[in-house]
């Protein structure tokens, strides 16, 4: 469906792995600005401008993937809430 491999928990998308390194990850919508301000995120998008809402992020991680539990963990808060 997004051209990446996704990590499905509960049959819901926790997030799905690009092949450039970058992430989409599912968010609890109330921790949207929250994580909005991490340095390696920005508001996911579904073509140019076209933003998908609070409930999702477009994550660059870094090569090393240091974040990667970081951003796990925030999609499982959401799974958890």
């Known amino acids: 469906m997004f051209g990446a491999v996704a990590i499905m928990v509960d049959d819901a998308m926790l997030v ?3 092949g450039d390194n970058s992430l989409l990850v599912r968010i609890d919508p109330s921790e949207a600005a929250l994580l909005r301000s991490e340095p390696d995120a ?7 401008g076209r933003t998908m809402g609070d409930g999702w992020l477009h994550v ?12 796990v963990d925030a999609a499982l808060r959401r799974r958890r809430g």
Request: glycine letters at 14%; zero cysteines.
């Open 16 to 18: 799905a792995v690009n």
């Open 42 to 48: 920005s508001p996911a998008e579904m073509g140019t």
């Open 60 to 71: 660059d991680l870094d090569p090393d993937g240091r974040r990667l539990g970081f951003w």
